[in-house]
C-alpha cells in the first residue's frame, strides 16, 4: 500500500524521525536507489527506441561467382619456376606447388562457389622473348579451356596475353575471343621490357586497346610488382604493398592518359577493391594534369565508378567502407585470389560487412551475371 506522496509504507514516519527512520548513510542508499531507477528506467527507453539487431544467424551467402580465380597450369609452373620464385622475393609458396583442378573444386564446393572464371597471376608470360610468351599463352589458354569442357559450367577463363608484344597479343585476343570463346581478357597493371616498366595506358598498347573496344570486351586487370620496385622494402613483401600500390598506378595511368574516356565500351574489372584507388581519389583531384578536363570530360569519378572492382583480399569493414563510398555496390564483384588466399576467407568475409541479403546476391553473384554473358549462358 502506498500513500499520497507515492513512497512506500512508512516512509513519510521515517522522514520526519520516526521509529525506523534512516540514519544518513540510509538516506543515500534510498536516494542512490531512486537515482538507479530513474537511469534504468531512461536506459530502458534507449533501448526500446533504437532496438538492437534482432537476428541471430548470419546471412546466408547466396551461390557464388568468383571472377578471381587463378590456375597454373603444370607446363607453365615447370618451365618457370625460378621466375615465379623470382618474383617473389626468391620463395615459391605451397600454393603455386600444390594447385590443381580437384583442389579448386574442392574448395569451390565447400565455399558454394558454382562458377570460378580462371585466371593467370603474375609474373605472366612475358619474360623478354616474344615467340616464348605468345606460345605459353596459347598453352594456358587452351588448357584453361580444356578444364571448362572437362567440367562444364564450372570454369570461364580471362585468357593471357603476350603484351608488351602487341602483335602477338592481337592474334591470341583473336583466337581467345573467337575461338576458344572465353569470357574476357587478362592482363596485368604493367609490363617491362628492355626500357622498363610501362604501365596500360602507354601508347605502345594503343593497338591492344582499341580491339578490346571495338570487341566491347571485358578485362579483367591483375596486378604485379614492376622491374622498378620489387625490394624497395627488404622486410616486407612486394605482395604487401607494391601489389595493392600497382593497381593505383595503372588505374591512374589509365585516367589521366585518357585512356578510360577514350575506350568506353571496355568494361574493366580491376583487382583487390582497386587496391590504393579509392584512398587515392582527393589527390587525383588535387594534382591531376592540367588538361584532365580533356583526358576526362565527364569528371574523374564517373570514370572510376564505372569500372569494376573485386573484393579478393578486402572483405574487410576498413577497405569495403573506402570502396563502396567510391563506387556503387552494382560495380563491386565476388573475387577470392585462390589459391593464393584460401577460398574460404573472403566467401566467410563478405558475411561480416553489414550488407543486406540483397546487396550479398549482387556483389556474390548477380552483378557477374549481367556482365559476363557467357557464364549467365551456362
Known amino acids: 500500500m502506498r500513500n499520497h506522496s507515492g513512497l512506500p509504507p512508512n516512509a513519510s514516519r521515517r522522514a520526519n524521525g520516526e521509529p525506523g527512520s534512516p540514519t544518513n548513510t540510509d538516506r543515500r542508499t534510498v536516494l542512490s536507489g531512486l537515482a538507479a531507477l530513474a537511469i534504468g528506467a531512461s536506459a530502458s527507453s534507449i533501448v526500446h527506441a533504437n532496438p ?64 570460378a572464371v580462371l585466371s593467370l597471376t603474375t609474373p605472366g608470360v612475358w619474360f623478354g622473348d616474344a615467340e616464348a610468351a605468345r606460345r605459353t599463352a596459347r598453352q594456358c589458354n587452351e588448357y584453361a579451356t580444356d578444364l571448362a569442357r572437362t567440367y562444364p559450367r564450372r570454369f570461364g577463363l580471362f585468357a593471357v596475353v603476350p603484351l608488351p608484344d602487341t602483335e602477338g597479343s592481337l592474334r591470341e585476343i583473336e583466337y581467345a575471343l573467337d575461338v576458344l570463346k572465353a569470357d574476357g581478357i587478362g592482363l596485368l597493371t ?38 622498378c620496385c620489387p625490394s624497395l622494402l627488404p622486410d616486407v613483401a612486394p605482395l604487401v604493398a607494391e601489389i595493392p600500390q600497382d593497381t593505383a598506378r595503372a588505374v591512374t595511368n589509365l585516367l589521366f592518359t585518357g585512356t578510360l574516356a577514350r575506350f568506353t565500351d571496355i568494361r574493366f574489372i580491376f583487382a583487390h577493391a582497386g587496391g590504393s584507388v579509392p584512398m587515392l581519389l582527393g589527390r587525383m583531384h588535387q594534382y591531376a594534369p592540367k588538361d584532365i578536363a580533356e583526358k576526362a570530360p565527364n569528371g574523374i569519378e564517373y570514370e572510376l565508378k564505372r569500372l569494376f572492382y573485386d573484393i579478393a583480399g578486402t ?64
Open 52 to 115: 538492437a539487431p534482432t537476428r541471430t544467424t548470419p546471412i546466408s551467402v547466396p551461390p557464388l561467382i568468383d571472377v578471381h580465380h587463378h590456375f597454373i597450369p603444370p607446363f607453365y609452373l615447370a618451365e618457370n619456376r625460378e621466375r615465379i620464385a623470382g618474383s617473389r622475393g626468391g620463395q615459391i609458396s605451397a600454393a603455386w606447388l600444390d594447385w590443381a583442378p580437384q583442389k579448386s573444386l574442392d574448395a569451390m564446393d565447400a565455399q558454394g562457389v558454382t562458377t
Open 190 to 227: 604493367s609490363y617491362s621490357d628492355n626500357s622498363g616498366s610501362k604501365w596500360l595506358g602507354n601508347p605502345t598498347y594503343l593497338p591492344v586497346f582499341t580491339e578490346l573496344n571495338r570487341r566491347k570486351a571485358v578485362v579483367f586487370v591483375h596486378p604485379t610488382v614492376p622491374s
Open 315 to 378: 572483405a574487410y569493414r576498413p577497405a569495403i567502407a573506402a570502396l563502396t563510398q567510391m563506387v556503387p555496390t552494382t560495380q563491386i564483384l565476388f573475387g577470392s585470389d585462390s589459391p593464393f588466399v584460401p577460398l574460404r576467407e573472403t566467401a566467410q568475409g563478405i558475411t561480416q560487412l553489414g550488407f543486406s541479403a540483397a546487396t550479398l546476391r549482387a556483389i556474390g553473384r548477380d552483378n557477374a551475371l549481367a556482365l559476363l554473358s557467357s557464364v549467365a549462358r551456362n
